[in-house]
Antibody, heavy 121, light 110 residues
Framework: EVRVVESGGGLVQPGRSLRLSCAASGFTFDDYAMHWVRRAPGKGLKWVSGISWSSGNIGYADSVKGRFTISRDNAKNSLYLQMNSLRPEDTAFYYC??????????????WGQGALVTVSS | QSALTQPASVSGSRGQSITITCTGTINDIGSYNLVSWYQQHPDKAPKLIIYEDSKWPSGVSNRFSGSKSGNTASLTISGLQAEDEADYYCCSYAGSNTWVFGGGTKLTVL
């Protein structure tokens, strides 16, 4: 069974940093690209960042470019999102998402349950 | 990276059909056959229901169908059932390793 489980969410002050992790199981992790998608309270889904199987291709939404860094450790079947200079508007559930392909153009076929990040003083 | 445009809400009676549109630009929907649709029930993770404009993932009912014309994609749900009541999102590859979602549509089944 494919599973992706997020961890590392919590309450953080504006301007501080937080690192999300995603543990993957039930599939060959290094065969697939991975993504982070978020949903702010009362808002819709927003793609945040994606990384190809080899980390050779990476993309970011304009709203997080320069502040967030996506990475993966294929030996540990894990995906990460380093979030710096956090803003109140970054408050959201962050979903770890498996791609259907090795490159970033694959669809989002398996989703985690989400980790809540709250940015507030 | 502007969001794709979806109606905020649609409604239909049980057994009827509804269509949700998703309008983008030549830079996203119009350039790639990579539109997908996601269903999200309250407090649940999103679920992929259509990919590559009109394909069904394994296990998804064929009551859901996708189509595309130019810069606009559409999701049609036929034979509406109570469990179809949810939020629906379109999503398109937008080039340069980026993706863009629609604002979401709340479906109410009457």
């Amino acid at each position: 069974e494919v599973r992706v489980v997020e961890s590392g969410g919590g309450l953080v002050q504006p301007g501080r940093s937080l690192r999300l992790s995603c543990a993957a199981s039930g599939f060959t992790f290094d065969d697939y690209a991975m993504h982070w998608v978020r949903r702010a309270p009362g808002k819709g889904l927003k793609w945040v960042s994606g990384i190809s199987w080899s980390s050779g291709n990476i993309g970011y939404a304009d709203s997080v470019k320069g502040r967030f860094t996506i990475s993966r450790d294929n030996a540990k079947n894990s995906l990460y999102l380093q979030m710096n200079s956090l803003r109140p508007e970054d408050t959201a559930f962050y979903y770890c998402v498996k791609s259907s392909r090795a490159d970033i153009r694959g669809q989002f076929d398996y989703w985690g349950q989400g980790a809540l990040v709250t940015v507030s003083s | 990276q502007s969001a794709l445009t979806q109606p905020a809400s649609v409604s239909g009676s049980r057994g009827q059909s509804i269509t949700i549109t998703c309008t983008g630009t030549i830079n996203d929907i119009g350039s790639y056959n990579l539109v997908s649709w996601y269903q999200q029930h309250p407090d649940k993770a999103p679920k992929l229901i259509i990919y590559e404009d009109s394909k069904w993932p394994s296990g998804v009912s064929n009551r859901f169908s996708g189509s595309k014309s130019g810069n606009t994609a559409s999701l049609t749900i036929s034979g509406l059932q109570a469990e179809d009541e949810a939020d629906y999102y379109c999503c398109s590859y937008a080039g340069s390793n980026t993706w863009v979602f629609g604002g979401g549509t709340k479906l109410t089944v009457l």
